[in-house]
């Protein structure tokens, strides 16, 4: 399991990179290394899929993303920064949070139904 939580760490780093990679590719080899790095993105998303559920993989890798893409935009491409995009990501972590939790409560309340049976 914890293998598949490596594979949604590294989903959302390369949504990063890929994302950067629209914002300063110029040339036409620029865009077939973003390619490249879309392909391997997708390659650790479904690899995330297989033992994780896909709502919590994809709730972390475009909430990882929105975050990652919206402090990007602050940092490196002299983005604004507002109290108000401060609440809304913090309400998407919490949103997050609130999905792997309810996972776990829904793997818990299988599991022992199993035991009972």
């Known amino acids: 399991m914890s293998r598949s939580w490596l594979y949604v760490g590294l989903t959302s780093l390369f949504e990063l ?3 950067f990679g629209f914002n300063v590719a110029n040339a036409w080899w620029h865009w077939g290394i973003i390619l490249g790095i879309l392909v391997i993105d997708f390659y650790f998303l479904s ?4 033992q994780l559920p896909t ?3 994809y709730a972390i890798f475009a909430g990882a993303g929105t975050i990652g893409t919206t402090l990007m935009d602050i940092f490196i491409f002299d983005g604004e920064f507002s ?4 609440l809304f ?4 972590v919490v949103g997050v949070i609130g999905l792997k939790l ?4 829904t793997e818990d309340d299988n599991m022992g139904e199993g035991v009972q049976g």
Do not use: Q
Not at 89 to 92: G, H, R
Not at 102 to 105: C, G, Q
């Open 47 to 50: 690899k995330a899929c297989e």
């Open 55 to 57: 709502g919590t993989v």
């Open 17 to 19: 990179f890929w994302v």
């Open 83 to 86: 109290l108000v995009k401060a």
């Open 89 to 92: 990501m913090v309400i998407l």
């Open 102 to 105: 309810a996972d776990n409560s």
